[in-house]
């Protein structure tokens, strides 16, 4: 299983990016996808994922109304739009597959390098 984000870089605050994960290896079925972060020394952090059978979406509080999961199985991908930016969403993003149906609230994921997104 391969997952590689790209979309990550630099923008002021009130912008937008959007991540893209390409998928691959990985039997998406019922399985969960999402997004996550990290600020070095500390724990990563949710902010969003998505079934992709049904489509529901989740979010953490701290972005929600600004950052919109969404998939495109066709492409094999996984989006994050993340529109009016504040300095506090500056931290490195990863893209995370769940290995099992249910493993991803156990934190047993398939996982991204990582793209860094900076906010000023």
């Known amino acids: 299983v391969q997952l590689v984000e790209s979309g990550g870089g630099s923008a002021q605050t009130g912008g937008s990016l959007r991540l893209s994960c390409v998928y691959s290896?990985?039997?998406?079925?019922?399985?969960?996808m999402g997004w996550l972060r990290q600020i070095p020394g500390k724990e990563r952090e949710g902010v969003a994922r998505?079934?992709?059978?049904?489509?529901?979406?989740y979010y953490a509080d701290s972005v929600k109304s600004r950052f919109t999961i969404s998939q495109d199985n066709a492409k094999n991908t996984l989006y994050l739009q993340m529109n009016s930016l504040k300095p506090e969403d500056t931290a490195t993003y990863y893209c995370?597959?769940?290995?099992?149906?249910?493993?991803?609230?156990?934190?047993?994921?398939?996982w991204g390098q990582g793209t860094q997104v900076t906010v000023s």
């Open positions: 995370a597959a769940e290995i099992w149906p249910g493993s991803w609230f156990l934190g047993d994921n398939y």
């Open positions: 290896g990985y039997s998406a079925g019922r399985h969960c």
């Open positions: 998505i079934s992709l059978s049904g489509g529901s979406a």
